[in-house]
């Protein structure tokens, strides 16, 4: 049974940083694409990054590009999610999840995604 477990969201000052964290256990992390997603209050769940399977390829929403970096640690069976230059729109619920083993993934899509995690949330605020 595949788990996944967030860590690391909490409430830090615009400007600042966060690095988020995501662990897989019931299998070993190396063979799923994994994505980062997020929902603020009143708004759709969003999709933020994802990192591939074979070749560690990066995918990310515009909103993020230059800010935001994804990588994983199949030795600890951890995915981070490094948040620099955080804003008050980045505010909200960030959840993890995992795509079918071996499944070829780019942008984050919600629908190719069956496995979450239970969201961490994160505060961007004075």
């Known amino acids: 049974q595949v788990q996944l477990v967030e860590s690391g969201g909490g409430l830090v000052q615009p400007g600042g940083s966060l690095r988020l964290s995501c662990t897989l256990s019931?299998?070993?992390?190396?063979?799923?694409?994994i994505a980062w997603f997020r929902q603020a209050p009143g708004k759709e769940r969003e999709g933020v990054a994802s990192?591939?399977?074979?070749?560690?390829?990066?995918y990310y929403t515009e909103s993020v590009k230059g800010r935001f970096s994804i990588s994983r640690d199949n030795v600890k069976n951890t995915v981070y999610l490094q948040m620099n230059s955080l804003e008050p729109d980045d505010t909200a619920g960030y959840y993890c999840?995992?795509?079918?083993?071996?499944?070829?993934?780019?942008?984050?899509?919600?629908?190719?995604?069956?496995?979450w995690g239970q969201g961490t949330q994160v505060t961007v605020s004075p």
């Open positions: 999840a995992a795509a079918a083993p071996r499944a070829r993934i780019g942008l984050p899509r919600l629908q190719n995604y069956s496995t």
């Open positions: 990192i591939s399977v074979r070749d560690g390829n990066t």
């Open positions: 019931g299998s070993t992390l190396d063979i799923y694409p």
